[in-house]
C-alpha cells in the first residue's frame, strides 16, 4: 500500500481494499485508486490530492461539492406503484444492464479526471449523472425519461465532451459515458417526438 | 476556547452503516428528531463491505428434494450455528421479520440478483440446510448501504459526518448525551439527547490480521462499558475462513456457496474428512479450524495458506456471480480465479459479543441502547452464520428504532450545561494529549497489541497462553500512557484519532481475554485446546463484563432455550 509508507501524512483510509471510496489522489496527474498501485521507493513520484475540490489538510479533499452534485439528481427509489406485499419483479437481463452502474462508490476519481468538471465547476459530473441514469433504466420506477429532464441542460447530459477519462480511471468499471450518451439519445428522441406531435396539430 | 458547540436532538445514532442508517429512518419518520453521528461517511462504512449477501426464507429457490424453506428452519439452522448460545427468542423474531426487511429494501430501491422468473435470487451458504441467502453479486453489502443512504438523504436526516465521538454524558445512571470531535477541525462538540442509539459495528482491528475496516475498534463497545452498561459474550470472536494471503481481504463464503472447494497441498478436498456431510459449506468456524490444522499438519502452501478454487464454476459464472472477489483477487494478489486457485488463511471477520441487550435493544444504561455488531442480543451465540450479519443489521435497525419511538415520549429532555461541561473535559483531555512530549510512538504499542491478540487468542486458545497475553495486554496498556504524538495539530489530526481508538481498543482486548480465560469449554468460534469439549452443564450461559472502578469482572446470566433444545453439533 502506497500511502501507508509514507508516515505522517493525512489521507482517508477506511479499508483498504478499493471497496469503500474513501482514498482517491493523483499520481502524475491522473486519477488513481491510492492503494493498488506499485511503487518503488528509490523512484520519485508526485502524490497530489484530487484536483478540483477544496484541500483540508495534506490529499484529504473536501468532497461537499462532489455530494452536492450527487443530490442535486434527487438520488432516490422513486416506485411507479404501490409496494406489493412481496419483491417486485425484474430479469436478470434488465438487472445486468443495472448493475453496470450501481457498483459506483462516489469515491470521485471520474470527477477529478473530467476536464469538463475543470472548466465548469456547475458541470453535474460523470458520477452524479451515472446514478442519475441507474434511475432512469430501473424498470420498477417506470417514469420514462421524465427522470432524464432533472439534467437537461448544459450542466448536464449535455455538458459532456466525451473524453472517457470518467470510465478509465473507474476503480469499479462503470462507464458514465455510455449513460450519457444513452440520455441524451432518448433526450433527443422525446424531443423530436414531441415536436413532430406539435407540427400534426 | 470559543463557546462550545452544543446540538440537541431527542435521539442520536452513533453510527452510519446499515443499522444506523434504518433505524434513523424509523426514527425520523415517526416525527422524532434525530441525527447521525458517524466517523467516516456513511457510505464509507464497514457495511459496504459485505459480499456474500442476506439470509432469508423466502423459498425462491427449492431446497434438497424439492423442499421449501421456512423461518423456523432457518432459526434451526441459526441456533445449531451459534452452538445452542442464541437467545432463542431474539433469533425467532430475526428469522420471522427476515422475508419482510428483504422486501422493504427491494421496496427502497435495492437491486438484488435476480432468478430467471424475476424473483430475488438465493444462493446456498455456509451451516444452511436451504439456499436461503439472498444477494446482489458478491457485494450485497453495497447495494444495500446506498439504498438506505439515499432515503437518508432524500429524508433530510442531519449527519454529522467525520464525527468521532469521545464519550458519552451520564447523569444519575441515564444516558443524556455524548461528546464528539470534528475530526477535520478538532473541535468538540456536544450533543444532549433523551437517547442515544450504538450502531457502531464489530472491533475486528484489535486483532492483526482482520477483514475488517481500519475503523472497527470496537469504539462503542468501549464507550458502553465505561458509561455502566455491561458487555456480553465478548470472546466469541468470528474468524473467516477465507481471506486473501498477505492482506486478510475478505474472499466471500459466496465463492463457496457458488461451488468453490478448498484444496491442500496434495489437492485433497479435505473438508470431507471434518465435515462429511456439509463439506466446503459447514459454518465458519468449523472451516476456519480445519484450515488451521492442514497448515499446522504441513499440508499448507508456503506462507501459511490453503488454495480456494473455483476454475470449475467457468469463467461465465464467475463473472456474473463473484466478480468483486475476482477483481479483489486480482488486484491484491496478481490472481485470476477463472485460471488459478485463491490463496486464502482464515481471519478475524467479526464479533458475535457486543453490548448486553435485550430484543428492544435496551442496553444496561437507561437511555442508550445499541443495535447491529456492536450489539449482542444475541442472535449468534458462539458463531454467526454467513449472511445473518446484513439481516441482523436492518431488522434491528428497525426494530430498536420502534423501542426507542415507544420509550422516548417518557424520557425528560437532558441538561444542556452537562453537556457544556463534558465538551470542556473532553476538550482538556485532548489538550493534554497533544501536549505531551518524549514517551513512546503510537503505532508500535498498536501493533504489538494487534500480534498479542492474534497470538494468545485466535482460533486455537489455551489457559496459560492467555494468561501470558493478558499480562502483556495490561503491560501494552501501561506503555500506552506514555505515548505522545507527533502530529500536533488540531486540524484533521488522524493520529489523535488513531490514538483514542487505541484507547478504546484496550478495553475491548481485556474483555475478550476475560471472557476467554473465564469460559473453560469450547464452543462455536471459542476453541480451548485445553477443554476441547462444549460443557452444557457448566458453560451453557451468556458471559457478562462489567466495569467497576475501571476493573472488569465476568458474571453469568442463562441462555434463553425454546424451541430447540441442545444437541451435539455435527456438519
Known amino acids: 500500500m502506497l500511502i501507508n509508507r509514507v508516515p505522517r501524512l493525512a489521507c482517508r483510509t477506511q479499508l483498504g481494499a478499493l471497496i469503500a471510496g474513501s482514498l482517491y489522489l493523483t499520481l502524475s496527474d491522473y486519477a488513481l485508486p491510492g492503494l493498488t498501485e506499485p511503487w518503488d521507493p528509490a523512484e520519485e513520484v508526485i502524490v497530489e490530492p484530487l484536483p478540483h475540490l477544496p484541500v483540508i489538510k495534506d490529499l484529504i479533499v473536501d468532497m461537499e461539492t462532489f455530494f452536492e452534485d450527487y443530490r442535486a439528481i434527487s438520488p432516490v427509489f422513486k416506485p411507479g406503484n404501490p409496494d406489493p406485499s412481496k419483491e417486485r419483479l425484474m430479469f436478470p437481463l434488465v438487472v445486468r444492464e443495472l448493475e453496470q452502474y450501481t457498483p459506483c462508490i462516489l469515491c470521485a476519481a471520474c470527477y477529478a479526471a473530467c476536464p469538463v468538471n475543470r472548466k465548469n465547476p456547475r458541470y453535474l459530473g460523470p458520477a452524479a449523472l451515472a446514478k442519475l441514469y441507474r434511475f432512469r433504466i430501473d424498470p420498477r420506477e417506470n417514469q420514462g425519461a421524465e427522470r432524464l429532464m432533472t439534467a437537461d441542460n448544459p450542466e448536464g447530459w449535455w455538458g459532456c465532451e466525451f473524453h472517457t477519462n470518467c470510465r478509465r480511471v473507474c476503480p469499479k468499471d462503470v462507464p458514465p459515458d455510455k449513460a450519457i450518451g444513452h440520455a441524451r439519445q432518448e433526450l433527443s428522441r422525446m424531443k423530436k417526438d414531441q415536436n413532430s406531435l406539435g407540427e400534426g396539430q | ?571
Open chain 2, 1 to 571: 476556547m470559543s463557546q462550545p458547540a452544543i446540538h440537541e436532538y431527542d435521539a442520536i445514532i452513533i453510527g452510519g452503516g446499515l443499522t444506523g442508517l434504518r433505524a434513523a429512518l424509523q426514527i425520523s419518520h415517526a416525527g422524532i428528531s434525530c441525527a447521525v453521528l458517524s466517523k467516516v461517511h456513511p457510505l464509507r462504512s464497514h457495511s459496504v463491505a459485505a459480499q456474500g449477501g442476506m439470509n432469508a426464507s423466502l423459498g425462491n429457490v427449492p431446497g434438497p428434494g424439492g423442499a421449501s424453506d421456512s423461518w423456523e428452519l432457518h432459526a434451526y439452522d441459526t441456533v445449531k450455528g451459534s452452538d445452542y448460545l442464541a437467545d432463542q427468542d431474539a433469533v425467532v423474531s430475526m428469522c420471522r421479520e427476515a422475508a419482510a426487511t428483504v422486501f422493504e429494501l427491494e421496496h427502497m430501491g435495492t437491486v438484488w440478483s435476480r432468478l430467471d422468473d424475476g424473483k430475488i435470487a438465493q444462493r446456498p451458504f455456509g451451516g444452511a440446510g436451504f439456499p436461503r441467502t439472498c444477494y446482489a453479486t458478491d457485494r450485497t453489502g453495497h447495494n444495500m448501504l446506498h439504498t438506505l443512504y439515499e432515503q437518508v438523504t432524500n429524508a433530510k436526516i442531519p449527519v454529522y459526518e467525520e464525527f468521532f465521538v469521545t464519550s458519552l454524558i451520564t447523569v444519575s445512571g441515564r444516558c443524556t448525551g455524548c461528546t464528539a470531535l470534528e475530526i477535520m477541525t478538532g473541535t468538540v462538540h456536544g450533543f444532549p439527547a433523551k437517547v442515544i442509539l450504538m450502531a457502531t459495528g464489530g472491533f475486528g482491528r484489535i486483532f492483526s490480521r482482520s477483514t475488517n475496516a481500519l475503523i472497527n475498534t470496537g469504539d462503542g463497545q468501549t464507550l458502553a462499558i465505561h458509561a455502566g452498561a455491561p458487555l456480553k459474550d465478548m470472546e466469541f470472536v468470528q474468524f473467516h475462513p477465507t481471506t486473501l494471503v498477505g492482506t486478510s481481504i475478505l474472499i466471500s463464503e459466496a465463492a463457496r456457496g457458488e461451488g468453490g472447494i478448498l484444496l491442500n497441498t496434495s489437492g485433497e478436498q479435505f473438508m470431507a474428512r471434518y465435515a462429511p456431510r456439509s463439506l466446503d459449506l459447514a459454518p465458519r468456524d468449523v472451516v476456519a479450524r480445519a484450515i488451521e490444522q492442514e497448515i499446522a499438519a504441513g499440508r499448507g502452501f508456503e506462507g501459511g495458506c490453503v488454495h480456494l478454487d473455483i476454475r470449475h464454476l467457468g469463467a461465465d459464472r464467475i463473472r456474473e456471480r463473484l466478480p468483486g472477489i475476482r477483481q479483489l483477487a486480482m488486484d491484491f494478489a496478481g490472481i485470476d480465479p477463472i485460471t488459478e486457485s485463491i490463496p486464502v488463511q482464515p481471519g478475524q471477520h467479526y464479533s458475535m459479543g457486543g453490548i448486553d441487550v435485550g430484543i428492544d435493544g435496551k442496553s444496561g444504561l437507561p437511555g442508550l441502547y445499541a443495535a447491529g455488531e456492536c450489539a449482542c442480543v444475541s442472535v449468534h451465540g458462539a458463531n454467526r452464520l454467513g449472511g445473518n450479519s446484513l439481516l441482523e443489521t436492518v431488522v434491528f435497525g428497525r426494530l430498536v428504532a420502534d423501542a426507542i419511538i415507544r420509550d422516548i415520549g417518557s424520557i425528560p429532555p437532558p441538561a444542556e450545561v452537562l453537556a457544556e461541561a463534558a465538551v470542556q473535559e473532553m476538550n482538556l483531555k485532548i489538550i493534554g494529549i497533544l501536549g505531551r512530549t518524549g514517551g513512546v510512538s503510537l503505532f508500535p504499542v498498536l501493533e504489538t497489541l494487534k500480534e498479542t491478540m492474534s497470538a494468545h487468542f485466535g482460533i486455537f486458545r489455551e489457559g496459560t497462553s492467555m494468561e501470558q497475553g493478558l499480562v502483556r495486554i495490561r503491560e501494552l496498556r501501561s506503555q500506552f500512557g506514555n505515548v505522545s504524538l507527533s502530529d500536533k495539530e488540531t486540524l484533521a489530526n488522524l493520529t489523535l484519532i488513531r490514538y483514542l481508538e487505541l484507547e478504546y481498543m484496550f478495553t475491548v482486548a481485556e474483555a475478550v481475554a476475560l471472557g476467554a480465560l473465564d469460559r473453560k469449554e469450547s464452543r462455536g468460534s471459542h476453541t480451548r485446546t485445553d477443554y476441547p469439549d462444549r460443557d452444557d452443564n457448566n458453560f451453557l450461559h451468556h458471559s457478562i463484563a462489567r466495569m467497576e472502578n475501571e476493573q472488569i469482572t465476568i458474571l453469568h446470566v442463562p441462555v434463553t432455550l425454546g424451541m430447540f433444545d441442545p444437541q451435539e453439533r455435527v456438519y
